[in-house]
């Protein structure tokens, strides 16, 4: 039996171990290496970008060690809050009471720490810590503003800031900030390749001294769909499907793959998303134009545009073209939707997502492509519809 249970080899959501993966930046150097140059520059402010669930918050946690970083959200910012106050409360500085210093000379002595913007830098820089504020597209941009100027002062006095943001967006309060410029150091994280994806499954699968083919790692490499976490979350559950903690288990047979890519998406809740998309727009009561596909009943232009993301192989994005040849490969009757009403249908579809909260976020329609901006949202559209 293997010492090593499954759930501490595979780590979908936390921050892995033995399946840990280094991968290579620009140039030859790793994201950790680049990073640790990072905040070791005095003065600087560190911008990490990179698509959702893509590894920022872990890259953070490894280099800096869960020990010395605190991590806050940009959603745990509201308009009128003290940002200060906040994050010395987070780093665990005792609110304006009075604490004991025992380790100085003269014997015991009381030390009164408000928590003012300065005696945060001070305990930060004391104890080595390094503040990591994670999505910070969430919070508002006047919210951002202000953080931006409250750090453009701090990093001068020595005090040690990640900031971690989705790529192109909100982070431009950081980036374009002209008092920020040149004292910020850019880490943007690009895609996964398949070939990084798979060396978590071999990594993981020796750690618990169990066989898998080529064949199966490919095939799990390709639904991952450039996402480690998903890759993470498929291993984990071959491994509770498999009983690999409990029984003997030396191999995982090729066929059982399928079958827990259907079971990963029971920890997926996208139904209520996927439905809203395939209602659209209001229409007002008008009836819409349907087509004759394989189904069993003709879809509507929504309809289509999620069926089409969901054929092989899976993409994170589609321009338009190729969106406009998948829908045409699904219709099966005479009559075609033109790209004319494609694009409208695509408009009204964003705005609908625009208009809802974020967790709507699973595809945009932007420069005549779609994307597909979260991985799990079309893994579950592929393997979750029965
Ligand atoms: N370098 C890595 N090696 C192995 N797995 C990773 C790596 N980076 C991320 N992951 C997996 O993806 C999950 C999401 O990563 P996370 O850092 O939370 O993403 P982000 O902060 O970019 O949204 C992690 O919990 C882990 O399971
Ligand atoms: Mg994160």
Redesign the pocket.
Known sequence: MNQKKAQEVF??????ES???T?QAKMGFTYEERLNQALNMSGYLTSIS?Q????????CEKVVGLDHLIEVSGSDFLEKDDIWRKIGTKAGMPNNAEITNNACRSGSMKESYLLTKESVIEYFKEKELVLLL?DFHYADSAMQNHMAQQFKDAIRKGFKVII?SLPHRSDDAIRTNPDLQGRINIIDIEMWTKEELKE?PKAGFKELEVEISKKAIDKLAEESICS??LM?LICLNICVLEKVDELEVNKIKDEILERSFKFSTLNLNYSQIADTIKQGKNSRGKSRKTFRTDKVKDLDLYELILESITIDPPQTKLILTELMSRINSLVKGEEKPTTKSLKEYLKNLQEVLTSKDRSYEVIEWKDDTLFILEPLFLFFLRWGAE
């Open positions: 780590s979908p959501g936390g921050l892995p399946t840990y993966i991968r990179g959702s669930k893509i590894g920022k918050t872990v890259l994670d971690a978590i480690p976490h993470q």
